[in-house]
Structures are given as C-alpha cells and as structure tokens.
C-alpha cells in the first residue's frame, strides 16, 4: 500500500470512513502502527512529558522533534508523518519557515501547530512554500498557562463561536487537517460539520473524522495521570499489537471515544 497522502484522507471524510492516529516518537513504535494500518503518526510535543518527564509541552525544542521524527520515519513506510512545531518555533512567520524546514528535512511529511487566527498568514505561507499543515484547536498544551490548567475548551458559547472562527480560519489559510482538543461533544460535530477538511478529536467525542491519541494513554504506561477522554487497550489485549488493533477498530466502528471519554 502507498502512503497515506493527505487527499486520501479528505476521501476518508467523503466518505465517512474514520481515521486513526497516534503519537509516536521511536522507529520500533512506529514500525508496529504502521503495519497496524494507522494512518497518521504525530511526533507530538507531548513527548516532554511522556519521555523527558516535564509537567509541560513548553521545555520541547525543534531539535528534540526533529530527532523523534527521523526514528519514526525510519520505518513508518505508509502512515503520515506529522511533526509538532513546538512551544515558540512559530513566533513569526520567517521563523516558522526555517523551523518547518528542519522537520520536514528530519522525515515529516506535515507540520503542525497550535492556534487560530494568530497563526493564519504563517499557514498560508508554509502552504505556498510547499509545505502540509495540520491545526490544533480547543485545549492547546503550549497555551496552558494562559488557560490556567489544562481544561476543557469553548463551553460557553462566546468560546465556542470564536472556536468555530478560528476553524474556518485555518481552513481558509490552508491548513488540510485540524486537531481538536478537549471541547465538548456538540461544539466538535458542529466544528466536524462545518469544515470540508478532516477534523480529529482527542476528549472531543466520537463525531470527529477521526481520532488520536497520545500513545502512552493507550498503553496504560503514562506517568502519574491518565486522562479521562483516553482509555487502555491493553487491558483487554494484553499485546501491543493487539491493543493498536483494538483502538483502531473501535474508533472505526464508534465504540471509541465512549460517553465516559467525551466532555458535554
Ligand atoms: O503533542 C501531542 O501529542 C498532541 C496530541 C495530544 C494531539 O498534540
């Protein structure tokens, strides 16, 4: 089978085929959800807390997810590849370019990053210099301190219509999948409905075009917390295999994210 090109994934949406993906940060992880048929591997900024053991994203730098994604590209032959921009590498738009540029030279083949509006003309600039983005909206780690915890994302409406905004902002900037995190259910169908670009929800309910998660959260092997939108497919498998396969058919047929993972 090709790699999954982003197109194949705007098919997906057409044609309401569901999509998973998971973090993945190492070439032997990878090589699994590859041949397991995940479609999108995120090198995430995540890993300063589940590798380096930080309470936060923001210690990460281009260097530590350029290094990820090369040990993920070595082996992940069909899924995606996408690499986060980490906390301040896209502080301008010339910045974002250079930084971008070592992710994509390090395997990637999609960067990503988190925000609305703010960062629309640096997308349409990556988008025109040749290079895929993937948004990330609702709850942003890199934003955690503006937010005051990590914490549930546009409950209000004022929130929620400004989330829809930022959406169809990327959108219009070019951004060919979005990430949504941590918003209730119907603001995430709402999101998933208005959008022509697939949307993929972490602790946003099962109406999102697919889903990801952290892969330490599916394991069971997060340090400390796991959260309550994640689940543990080990549990039932015993088998890491095993377990991708059982994450990957229950987001397929809905049966994850249940009412239990999703926030209302
Ligand atoms: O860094 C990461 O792993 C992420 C996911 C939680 C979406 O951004």
New binding site residues.
């Given amino acids: 089978m090709a790699k999954i090109s982003v197109s194949r994934l705007a098919k997906m949406k057409q044609e309401h085929e569901k999509i998973t993906c998971i ?1 993945a940060y190492d070439a032997s992880f990878a090589a699994i959800f590859d041949q397991a048929g995940i479609q999108v591997l ?1 090198v ?3 890993l300063g807390m589940v590798l380096q053991g930080h309470d936060s ?1 923001l210690p990460v730098t281009v260097e530590h997810i350029a290094y990820h994604t090369a040990s993920v590209a070595s082996t992940a032959e069909k899924s995606l590849i996408i690499a ?1 921009l980490p906390f301040m590498s896209y502080a301008t738009p010339e910045q974002t370019y250079s930084n971008a540029a070592i992710l994509m030279r390090a395997g990637a083949n999609m960067v ?1 990053l988190e925000g609305g509006n703010w960062v629309a003309d640096s997308v349409k600039g990556l988008v025109e210099r040749g290079i895929p983005v993937c948004g ?1 909206l609702g709850l942003t ?1 890199q934003s955690v301190n503006v937010f005051g915890g990590y914490k549930v994302q546009g409950r209000n409406d004022q929130q929620a219509e400004k989330l829809l905004d930022d959406a169809l902002a990327l959108q219009t900037a070019g951004v060919q999948l979005l ?1 949504l ?1 941590c918003v209730p259910v119907a603001l995430a169908k709402r999101v998933t409905d208005a959008l022509h670009i697939p949307v993929i929800g ?1 602790g946003a309910g099962a109406e999102t075009d697919g889903q ?1 998660l ?1 892969m330490h959260d599916a394991f069971g092997i997060s340090a400390g917390f796991c959260p309550k939108f994640s689940k543990n497919f080990l549990v039932e498998t015993g088998d890491i295999r095993r377990a991708v396969e059982l994450y990957k058919e229950q987001v397929e047929n809905k049966i994850f994210p249940g009412a239990e993972h999703s926030f209302y």
């Fill in positions: 973090t995120l995430g900024d995540s994203t986060d990503k990330h780690p990430i995190e972490i990801i952290v």
